[in-house]
RNA sequence: GGCGCGGUAGCCAAGUGGUAAGGCGGAGGUCUGCAAAACCUUUAUUCAUCGGUUCAAAUCCGAUCCGCGCCU
């Protein structure tokens, strides 16, 4: 933990991608009075707020949303920077007197708000182009074989020693003065309460093909259109973004329409179940079921759990 | 009707006598600075069907069914 931790308290709502977390935080939080801190890694992007389901202008209007729009889709972003946004925030909440509801579905922010964040140096763009060429000239095991050559203590701590973004973390650090890897890698969030929307699968499905139709009826390729026209190229994440990558192929003509929007949806659901099992497994989740309820009642449950549980604590 | 080619998992597909590669998809997981990322595990008791040859058949032979192409 570091000096200038602020440590505060906020009410959590996770969940999977079209759960409904955006309607539900919104409305509590007009109700509230609250702040909204949006810990989704793709809602930090300017210009890319269809395909995000990013909250509307009205909704934003309404509410005083933080961690939206913080760069532009050319440039990368990371953990860290989105905890300096949520300082932000809670620093303005505190002087306001405002309460902050966290929504998102980005489980490393979310486990990086409940856990604090180690004091560790950002990756510079020269040590990573550095292991990212090793990387291409001898694949993962080029990687691996350099992590053992320094430090094997180091690479039997990785549970996952095929992921070459993690080794190229651990060398990452090593090249800048880390010997050891951290103590908290590994921990999970047990103590604190955080709620979450449950939907059951095939109702999220339905809801997922539905929204990605949405997302190209309200005009989807005329938006990438406009970032490739204004950025060229897009940052590596940004333009990996489900349903940016499959428009930028489909204005591209590499891709139909018909199936980048089958593409578009395949890869949501697999993003959506891989939130279930990060949110299943790395923290505590009280469940509130998202459907077969009316917004009212589901709004009215997520608010009785909040006071149930009280607001969590926050380390940022 | 004749001739030719083909039929292997939900999909694509390798295998042409020695006991079913691989990819996609699905399912289950991992997780502290790219996370909408990256990675791991798992997924066909059986190869269109029936019969035959053989110690041994997805592989060879015969019949049947289905698909595609060409010819009449």
């Keep these: 933990m570091n000096p200038s931790a602020c440590n505060a308290q906020a009410y959590f709502l996770v ?19 609250a702040d909204i801190l949006s810990a989704d890694s793709m809602l930090v992007y300017q210009g890319m707020n269809i395909g995000t389901a ?26 860290a920077r989105f905890i300096q946004e949520a300082r932000r925030c809670f620093e ?5 007197g405002v309460t902050v509801i966290i929504a998102g579905g980005t489980g490393l922010y979310i486990k990086a708000l409940l856990n604090g964040l180690d004091e560790l140096p950002d990756p510079s ?14 694949g993962v095991e080029g990687l691996r ?15 996952d020693p095929s992921n070459s973004r993690r080794l190229m973390r651990a060398l990452e650090l ?5 010997s050891e890897p951290p103590q908290s890698w590994g921990k999970r969030s047990r103590e604190s309460w955080v709620t979450g929307l449950e939907v059951p699968r095939d109702v999220l499905i339905q809801r997922i093909e539905l929204r990605v139709n949405e997302m190209y009826a309200a005009g989807l390729l005329n938006e990438t259109q406009a970032l490739m026209a204004r950025y060229g190229a897009l940052s590596e994440t940004a333009a990996g973004a ?33 939130q279930m099992t990060w949110f299943r ?33 926050v380390v940022c």
Excluded at 59 to 78: A, I, K, M, N
Excluded at 125 to 138: G, S, T
Aim: aromatic share 6%.
């Design 145 to 159: 074989t350099a992590l053992a050559a320094r430090n094997p203590a180091w690479l039997q701590v990785l549970a």
């Design 92 to 96: 303005s909440a505190r002087e306001r």
């Design 15 to 33: 969940g999977p991608t079209a759960a409904g977390k955006t309607t539900v935080a919104q409305r509590l939080a007009e109700s509230m009075g």
């Design 54 to 79: 990013k909250p509307s202008a009205a909704e934003q209007s309404r509410v005083r949303y933080w961690g939206l729009d913080l760069v532009e889709p050319s440039e990368s972003f990371s953990v």
């Design 242 to 274: 489900i349903g940016y990558a499959e428009a930028m192929s489909c204005l591209k003509g590499t891709l139909s329409r018909a199936a980048a929007v089958q593409l578009t949806i395949q890869r949501t659901r697999q993003l959506a179940k891989r």
């Design 174 to 178: 090593m090249d800048s003065g880390f």
């Design 125 to 138: 763009p020269e040590i990573r182009a550095r292991w990212q060429a090793v990387l291409e000239r001898d």
């Design 281 to 313: 497994h790395q923290m505590r989740v009280f469940w509130v079921p998202g459907a077969g309820i009316d917004l009212d009642a589901l709004v009215a449950k997520v608010a009785e759990d909040w006071m149930q549980h009280g607001p969590q604590s």
